[in-house]
């Protein structure tokens, strides 16, 4: 496998695709954290726009951590009894690389968790990489992440 297969998560999601693997938005929110200290912007939001801004300390603390949320490792890197995914031990387990490899992943119930957010996004990219392979799923495929809609 080449470095960009690993950054396939077991459930089908590709971490290369991800906010918080990539850290950017966590970036960007120490960035603004750092100018909003920089210019001291909480006297000034509390002075001239306490009104507009009364909840200025909320939304700091906010900021501060949204600009926490990047992941360290993907979830193949992390230490075996680091996580408490069920579909990653699922697939450790049984010896997967992911879960296309199992008969029952379109129907499997570990998927529950993460359909709030993702939607049918894992079920949909672990077909196409059942159909394509990973290496060109990955440089040709349409990777989904928030249940978007493949077109035909």
């Not at 695709?17 to 966590?26: H, L, P, R, T, W």
């Not at 159909?131 to 349409?142: A, C, D, S």
């Amino acid at each position: 496998m080449n470095d960009n297969t690993k950054l396939l998560a077991y459930c089908g999601l590709y971490c290369g695709d991800c906010a918080g693997y990539s850290g950017e938005i966590a970036d960007r929110a120490k960035d603004l954290k750092k100018v909003i200290e920089k210019y001291k912007f909480e006297l000034t939001a509390k002075s001239m726009f306490s009104q507009k801004l009364k909840d200025y300390d909320d939304f700091f603390k906010k900021l501060e951590f949204i600009s926490g949320l990047k992941c360290p490792k993907t979830c193949r890197e992390r230490e075996i009894d680091s996580t408490n995914c069920e579909i990653r031990k699922c697939c450790i387990g049984k010896g997967f690389y992911a879960c296309y490899e199992c008969e029952d992943f379109e129907t499997c119930e570990k998927f529950k968790a993460l359909e709030k957010l993702h939607k049918d996004s894992c079920v949909k990219n672990l077909k196409a990489i059942k159909e394509m392979g990973i290496t060109n799923w990955i440089t040709n495929g349409k990777r989904l992440w928030f249940g978007s809609k493949v077109e035909d």
